[in-house]
């Protein structure tokens, strides 16, 4: 089994099971302990984007803290419908 098929076969198991903001940590910190390379060789193992991965490792290296119970700042995420739409219907 390839190192890759090894980190594809933990992620399968394991991320389906996390938070949004836990996947994008476990990912980052994955992709920190492989150094050099590490970014894209974890994007190709879990199927998580670059962007994502980034951002996980820029929140390891803050020490973002979000609200208990949050994945995402307030304001994130999907916007509710107003009612509004371009096309005149609501």
């Excluded at 991965?53 to 995420?77: H, S």
């Amino acid at each position: 089994m390839s190192e890759r098929e090894i980190y594809q076969h933990k992620y399968h198991q394991l991320l389906p099971e996390l938070s949004e903001r836990a996947r994008r940590l476990v990912v980052a910190a994955d992709a920190n302990s492989r150094g050099h390379g590490g970014s894209m060789f974890i994007h190709k193992a879990s199927g998580i984007s670059l962007p994502t991965i980034r951002k996980g490792i820029r929140e390891l290296a803050t020490g973002v803290m979000l609200p208990e119970n949050r994945d995402r700042q307030p304001g994130g995420g999907l916007q509710g419908y107003h009612g509004n739409r371009r096309d005149g219907r609501e």
